[in-house]
């Protein structure tokens, strides 16, 4: 009888501890899947090239980008905007050619989020 009721109310927490996990992943997608943000950075701005531990990974492609990036001298104010410094960045990115975060096409027209 003792062991019938431990095992209700732990299969109960088990069901309880899963359920918060499964919500919290899917809180975390949602804000990851915002247009425009990639690891809750918007991705416009002043951008510095690292060579490891950037704010995001990415990589450059020629065909079906996640985002399409402009290089602009000023005012990189919307998406897919990026002025490239050597300081005072916004974030910064280091180029990969595996598991990036993010795979982007440099454009001259046209940049934001395919």
Same mark, same amino acid.
């Given at each position: 009888?003792?062991?019938?009721?431990?095992?209700?109310?732990?299969?109960?927490?088990?069901?309880?501890?899963?359920?918060?996990?499964?919500?919290?992943?899917?809180?975390?997608?949602?804000?990851?899947?915002?247009?425009?943000?990639?690891?809750?950075?918007?991705?416009?701005?002043?951008?510095?090239?690292?060579?490891?531990?950037?704010?995001?990974?990415?990589?450059?492609?020629?065909?079906?980008?996640?985002?399409?990036?402009?290089?602009?001298? %000023?005012?990189?104010?919307?998406?897919?905007?990026?002025?490239?410094?050597? %300081?005072?960045?916004?974030?910064?990115?280091?180029?990969?050619?595996?598991?990036?975060?993010?795979?982007?096409?440099?454009?001259? %027209?046209?940049?934001?989020?395919?």
């Amino acid at each position: 009888m003792m062991n019938n009721k431990i095992h209700r109310y732990a299969s109960k927490f088990t069901r309880a501890i899963v359920l918060s996990f499964v919500t919290l992943f899917m809180m975390v997608n949602i804000v990851e899947a915002a247009p425009g943000y990639c690891n809750g950075i918007k991705l416009c701005g002043k951008v510095k090239v690292v060579e490891r531990f950037a704010d995001i990974k990415v990589k450059v492609v020629d065909h079906f980008p996640d985002l399409k990036v402009k290089r602009v001298q %000023h005012f990189p104010n919307k998406i897919g905007e990026w002025q490239f410094v050597t %300081h005072g960045e916004d974030f910064t990115i280091q180029y990969v050619t595996a598991f990036p975060d993010l795979k982007i096409q440099f454009v001259d %027209h046209f940049p934001g989020v395919k």
